[in-house]
């Protein structure tokens, strides 16, 4: 066996096969070192007597994680990744992409390429480049609808999803699945490849699009669900009109459109807004002021509360293999809980996101007590109960009896303050907040409440135990509502003061969903159920006379069929009742209703949230503006191509958004508008939030 490496790759000789392997950690990003390299190692491949055919192979945890996402930002150097794959394509020997860990994006679109592909058990395959706002750049959009056809083609570019190496096998994208197919049995497959496989190249295979070809329309039939859920509607698009060419028209019209499509996508402040996004989240997992790899793994874990919230981080915990056990006080609401945990097993397995085999196994993993003593082995336990703050000093007093000395207590409060229910514990350094978001088996995100006295140890347990859960952990200091709700309280201000002043929920809610969120602040009340807010708002004394108004004519949102809006079954619908009563409110409150545009109702929500966000920023609440984009685009479905509230401010402009704030508090009156002294410090200094850096 002989060896030749050029920087990050090497050539082996084995039995004729030359196996080729790439070596750039962390995962193979295919940027300019390693094309070079790539493309000088195929060189020498292709002149020598000995090869018979290529193992193309990845070392690291993947085979390659695609393009190096820092590139992006100028046009890329030659040789790029178009001419790296047409060189495998075209290469005078089978070329056979062995696949372990993932390959992804331009990864997979190399692997592609060649003549046939063969993959760990383990191994992921994607094409992820919408969830940056792209599309596959690397000929994904003509050569994948020929391995998987085109209805599973659209699945996996809309929504980016990578499948497991046995669905990739399933649908014609593997050719065979075996553990370590970069060693000796890959080598076999390989060489018998060489003598006997079929080597069509993948742009010339026409089986599975032949149906689609023949009648125009079907891809736009076929796109129509996918399109539809697809986060980033341009990159959607962008995507379907190249799948759509190269299949209806010909590989290389389709495979021209994508190479345009890519360029125009590289260069739109959507992607931009993603590729931070993508960096922001991962600078998140490594929290400034709380060490990562000093926690302790939690063996087995426990919930206060069998509500929707504890239900759902129960489910959550099992999905990742978590042993957890559920307590509560009465019979009734453990056995609410357990049904809706079984529910909502059972509702997956009947949409295909799980087997039945999974799912039985993660329901084995939840146990129900009525019993605090059922906690004694628990590493952490997070208290879901009622948000108050009495209900909750009484659990952690009742839990100090029942767990270990060291367990880590958690509570899932989404406003109390953490030090004061710390302070009533005799460890206090062991208490943290993990505000989850419902429903939390869900969503993906928890903010991390880093409370004054807790230890390093119980901040990074908390802290791992929600990267093991396949969640994003952000820290977050200690304050009314954290980052995310104290945000959201200031944006249903302006809401509710913007119906007071003129605006009607349909235009309020139109406004924000043209913005790119899935629904509007009042669409969303109604659909929480206007109630608990109402509740939360008389036990502070405070109030909200519109949002009041509609409680008291016992309008609770959708479960009662009417609130904002009148509803039949789910359908909405503006409400005569609903303006009138607003219209009332305003009269009461003598203002004189105006006509409000809609560029005036999305400054007032987006630009005091803003101004909020710079306050808990200067407060140290937030380390990094960035921390408070991930929050608001994973917690709250601020729309991912718009960065978040802070990359949004950093790109409208610091001083546009000062000044706008200056002329809404003139134009209101309401001195909470003025900007904070730091975005107005920074509106002076012509600079920006700059995401990381801050
Ligand atoms: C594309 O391919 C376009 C083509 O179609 C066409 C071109 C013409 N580039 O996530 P992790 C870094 S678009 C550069 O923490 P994990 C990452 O920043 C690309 N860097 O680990 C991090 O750095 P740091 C399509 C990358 O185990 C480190 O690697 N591909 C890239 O949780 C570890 O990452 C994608 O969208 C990259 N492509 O997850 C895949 N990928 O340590 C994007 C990662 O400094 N990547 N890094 O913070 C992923 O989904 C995950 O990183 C992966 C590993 C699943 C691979």
Same mark, same amino acid.
């Given at each position: 066996m002989s060896e030749v490496s050029t920087g990050p790759v090497t050539v082996e000789m084995i039995d004729g096969v030359a196996r080729v392997t790439m070596f750039g950690? +962390?995962?193979?990003?295919?940027g300019l070192p390693l094309r070079k390299a790539l493309v000088e190692a195929l060189d020498g491949i292709a002149h020598d007597p000995q090869a018979t055919a290529v193992l193309l192979t990845g070392q690291a945890k993947a085979f390659s994680a695609g393009a190096d996402i820092t590139e992006f930002d100028a046009a890329a150097s030659s040789p790029d990744l178009r001419e790296l794959v047409a060189k495998v394509e075209d290469f005078p020997l089978p070329v056979i992409a062995a696949i372990t860990g993932v390959a992804l994006g331009g990864g997979l679109e190399l692997a592609m390429a060649a003549n046939a592909r063969i993959a760990d058990p383990e191994a992921r395959l994607g094409l992820p480049e919408i969830t940056l706002g792209l599309l596959p750049g690397a000929g994904g959009t003509g050569r994948l609808p020929r391995l998987v056809g085109p209805a599973r083609a659209l699945d996996m570019i809309l929504s980016g999803k990578p499948v497991s190496a046995a669905q990739a096998h399933h649908d014609g994208l593997v050719d065979a699945v075996f553990a370590d197919p970069a060693a000796k049995d890959g080598v076999r497959w390989v060489a018998h490849f060489a003598l006997k496989g079929d080597r069509t190249r993948t742009r010339d295979r026409q089986e599975k699009v032949e149906v689609a070809h023949a009648a125009p329309g079907t891809v736009a039939k076929l796109a129509a669900v996918p399109l539809h859920k697809a986060k980033d509607p341009y990159a959607a698009q962008a995507a379907v009109d190249a799948i759509t060419a190269g299949i209806e028209v010909s590989f290389e019209t389709g495979a021209q459109l994508e190479r345009e499509k890519f360029d125009e996508r590289r260069q739109s402040p959507e992607s931009a807004a993603q590729r931070y996004l993508f960096t922001a989240e991962r600078a998140a997992r $490594? +929290? =400034?002021?709380l060490s990562t790899g000093v926690g302790r793994r939690v063996a087995r874990a426990g919930v206060v509360g069998a509500g929707t919230m504890g239900s759902g981080i129960a489910m959550a915990l099992a999905a990742a293999g978590i042993p957890v056990t559920i307590v509560e006080a009465e019979q009734d609401a453990l056995d609410r809980g357990l049904a809706r945990i079984v529910d909502n097993l059972a509702t997956s397995v009947a949409h295909g996101s799980r087997t039945e085999a999974a799912a039985s196994s993660e329901r084995a993993l939840i146990e129900t007590s009525l019993n605090y003593g059922a906690l004694a082995a628990a590493d952490l336990v997070i208290e879901a109960a009622f948000e108050d703050l009495q209900v909750k000093k009484d659990i952690f007093a009742t839990l100090e009896r029942h767990v270990r000395p060291d367990a880590v207590l958690a509570s899932n409060t989404s406003y109390l303050n953490i030090d004061v229910l710390a302070a009533g514990t005799a460890h206090p350094e062991r208490v943290l907040g993990m505000h989850f978001f419902s429903p939390a088996n869900v969503m993906p995100l928890v903010e991390v409440v880093r409370g004054a006295q807790a230890d390093a140890e119980a901040l990074a347990t908390g802290f791992e135990l929600v990267r093991r859960i396949g969640k994003t952990p952000v820290v977050v200091g200690v304050c009314?509502? /954290?980052v995310g709700n104290r945000m959201l309280e200031v944006r249903s201000a302006q809401a509710e003061r913007l119906l007071v002043e003129g605006a009607l929920p349909g235009q309020v809610d139109r406004v924000l969903t043209d913005f790119? /969120? =899935?629904?509007?602040p009042f669409a969303m009340g109604d659909m929480a159920g206007l109630d608990i807010g109402w509740r939360n708002r008389k036990a502070q004394g405070l109030t909200a006379p519109v949002s009041d108004a509609i409680c008291k004519s016992g309008r609770f949102g959708q479960k009662t069929g009417a609130g904002f809006y009148a509803y039949e079954g789910r359908d909405r619908q503006d409400d005569r009742f609903v303006a009138e009563l607003i219209e009332g409110v305003s009269a009461e409150l003598g203002i004189v209703r105006r006509p409000i545009c809609d560029q005036e109702i999305l400054d007032r929500l987006t630009f005091p949230m803003i101004n909020e966000g710079a306050r808990i920023l200067a407060e140290g609440i937030?380390? =990094?503006s960035g921390d408070i984009d991930v929050i608001w685009v $994973?917690?709250?479905?601020? +729309?991912a191509y718009r960065g978040g509230p802070m990359w949004y401010a950093d790109q409208v402009g610091l001083a546009h958004v000062a000044e706008r704030l200056q002329h809404y508090a003139l134009l209101t009156g309401d001195e909470s508008l003025q900007p904070s002294p730091l975005l107005g410090q920074l509106a002076d200094d012509g600079t920006t939030f700059g995401g990381d850096s801050r």
């Open positions: 950690p +962390p995962v193979n990003a295919l $490594k +929290p =400034r002021n009314h509502g /954290f790119g /969120f =899935r629904m509007g937030a380390d =990094r $994973k917690g709250y479905n601020w +729309p």
